[in-house]
C-alpha cells in the first residue's frame, strides 16, 4: 500500500482591477484616475499594487468595468463635462 501526499493549493485570485499606466496622475501626494460617470470626469483616488508592462494594478478607488480617461490633462477637473471617443 502507497500513501499518497494529501493536501491543497491555495490560488490567490488578483485583487484590484488592471488599468493602463496612462490612465494614472500623481496629484500632491496622491495617486488619482478619472473614469466617466453619466458623462462626467469623476477623480478617484486610488491605492496601487504592481506594476504590469504598461499597465498598472489598482488596488481600491476603481471597479471592473468602470471607464477611465486615458492621459488626462493637467487641466481636468472633477465634474467636468467629456465626450467618450468610441474607437
Do not use: M
Not at 501626494?29 to 458623462?39: K, N, R
Not at 470626469?41 to 471607464?67: D, F, I
Amino acid at each position: 500500500l502507497e500513501e499518497k501526499p494529501q493536501g491543497s493549493a491555495q490560488v490567490q485570485q488578483p485583487r484590484g482591477v488592471i488599468v493602463p499606466s496612462s490612465a494614472l496622475r500623481h496629484d500632491g501626494s496622491e495617486d488619482v484616475v478619472f473614469v466617466v460617470q453619466d458623462h462626467r470626469a469623476q477623480r478617484r483616488t486610488v491605492t496601487l499594487g504592481a506594476p504590469s508592462g504598461a499597465n498598472r494594478q489598482v488596488l481600491s478607488g476603481v471597479s471592473p468595468g468602470e471607464e477611465v480617461i486615458l492621459d488626462p490633462p493637467s487641466t481636468l477637473k472633477n465634474d467636468t463635462t467629456v465626450q467618450v471617443a468610441k474607437s
